[in-house]
């Protein structure tokens, strides 16, 4: 069997199937099921199941409200997958899965162009088995998919300098994509590029005419929701999403401590295991062989080190919004590794990952064990009593929550939004005195305290982190739970 094997290794086709295949298990395995996260999960997943209730493709919307903050083009892809799998879990979490492997394969083919087959093996590899990326792929987050257009755009890019100027109009989609995901900093691919054009004396190109019509198209496809929001909204637009979400929320920023821009790289050393000793060892050399001009080397550390030192001057710092160094630190990984090894450990090696790989795929396929955590088992359990009580038009409240830690999931999996919410006893009480029916979900710790000082309150459903309580007696025995 195992001299069948290394012949198989030894075809780097047979090594790129193995890895595509590992990255959708990896990826797709027991996806739907568990719950969406309250943030931010439920939060995109709601806003893609609100394109087919107002038929609004470009302007989103929450709660039925228009909602200025992220651009469209994943809350289409969402909403393109719940017309193939329906509006549940696995609809809102395959875009992410599906861009998760597409990226693990793209880093194959990047990492072989410039470097070899094995690099591109190890590569693949190690992104397809780096926990942080892969955990994110399973949600119904924007990151990973981010992930691989910044990752095609700087493809092209290779593709564009070394074989085919035109190459430059599909650059300019991707990081058009881009844009249309994650708003400005869509852009980084952009900045990425002319940084490594200057650094490598090729400055003129940005002067070229296929650069051109490739940045030309950043700036009509990739900037076409800012146009179309602004002619829409005017000045409340730019107000909110640069004036709120970019600068206020991102970069305007108090006084900080020096040591507070590190921890992106504090979030590394902690969460990028077990390849943070290679990617270490790695950076290191690929920052020399940079400073020698080495044109791969100074892409990769472009890449990485133009993100990490910009996203450091956030003042929202999550490990996530650095999520498209990823690829790129596995490609320094992936070539760490095989400079480690021989041409024949390279094989030996391969074929203790495909051994191993085999088995931990029958183990997650073929046992109870989850790869995703079960999230809002809670509001899960209590939505079905939701939707029954809001068909009799039983208006909803809430309790000792914020507006979105209990909408977020409550609009995803019950259809409806507890509005308004009440922060003290008092206020509850004289919402519950109210001669309409009324039902309003509470936090489970504050329960007792609120039967003890709220008249008429009477528990419909109780669970361990949230219950649904009303102001009188309620029929709920033919409600199906999940």
Not at 226 to 235: A, E
Not at 237 to 263: C, K, N, T
Not at 404 to 421: G, V
Not at 453 to 468: D, I, K
Request: aromatic residues 18%.
């Amino acid at each position: 069997m195992f001299t069948l094997l290394d012949n198989l290794i030894k075809d780097q086709r047979f090594r790129f199937t193995y890895i595509a295949f590992l990255a959708l298990i990896i990826m797709f395995t027991k996806l739907g099921g568990n719950g969406l996260a309250t943030w931010d999960d439920c939060f995109y997943a709601q806003k893609a199941k609100e394109i087919q209730e107002t038929g609004s493709w470009m302007t989103m919307h929450y709660a039925g409200d228009p909602e200025l903050q992220n651009p469209p083009f994943f809350f289409w892809l969402v909403a393109f997958s719940y017309k193939i799998w329906g509006i549940n879990e696995y609809g809102a979490i395959f875009p992410s899965a599906l861009f998760g492997v597409l990226s693990v394969v793209l880093v194959y083919f990047l990492s072989n162009r410039l470097f070899d087959s094995w690099v591109a093996f190890f590569s693949s590899l190690v992104l397809a088995t780096t926990f942080y990326f892969t955990k994110y792929a399973r949600h119904a987050m924007i990151d990973v998919t981010l992930s691989f257009f910044v990752l095609l755009a700087l493809f092209f890019l290779t593709m564009a300098l070394r074989h085919d100027k035109r190459y430059f109009v599909l650059w300019g989609l991707s990081i058009s994509v881009s844009v249309l995901l994650k708003s400005v900093l869509g852009f980084f691919p952009f900045l990425i590029t002319v940084v490594y054009l200057f650094v490598t004396g090729r400055w003129r190109m940005i002067f070229d005419k296929w650069f051109l019509i490739g940045s030309g198209i950043v700036l009509t496809v990739g900037c076409s929701w800012y146009i179309h929001q602004y002619l829409t909204f005017g000045r409340l637009f730019v107000d909110v999403h640069f004036g709120w979400l970019i600068m206020q929320r991102g970069f305007q920023l108090e006084p900080e401590p020096w040591y507070a821009h590190l921890s992106y790289f504090k979030d590394l050393l902690q969460h990028y295991w077990p390849w943070i000793p290679v990617f270490v060892w790695g950076l290191y050399r690929f920052i020399r062989l940079a400073l020698k001009r080495d044109d791969n080397a100074l892409l990769l550390t472009c890449w990485i080190l133009l993100y990490l030192s910009i996203m450091s001057f956030t003042q929202s710092r999550m490990l996530w919004y650095v999520m498209p160094i990823f690829p790129a630190a596995a490609i320094i990984c992936g070539h760490t590794l095989h400079g480690w090894l021989s041409e024949s450990r390279s094989a030996y090696a391969a074929r203790w990952i495909v051994l191993v790989g085999i088995v931990v795929g029958m183990i997650i396929n073929l046992t109870p064990v989850q790869l995703s955590s079960v999230r809002e088992r809670d509001v899960r359990t209590i939505a079905p009593y939701i939707e029954h009580l809001a068909n009799q038009k039983v208006k909803l409240i809430g309790f000792g929550y914020t507006f979105h830690s209990l909408n977020n999931p409550l609009l995803f999996y019950s259809d409806n939004a507890a509005r308004p919410i009440y922060m003290t006893y008092d206020e509850l009480a004289v919402a519950f005195a109210d001669s309409a029916s009324l039902i309003c979900v509470a936090h489970a710790d504050k329960l007792d305290s609120v039967l003890a000082q709220v008249p008429n309150a009477y528990v419909l459903r109780r669970t361990e982190g949230a219950s649904l309580i009303a102001n009188r007696p309620l029929d709920v025995t033919s409600v199906r739970t999940w």
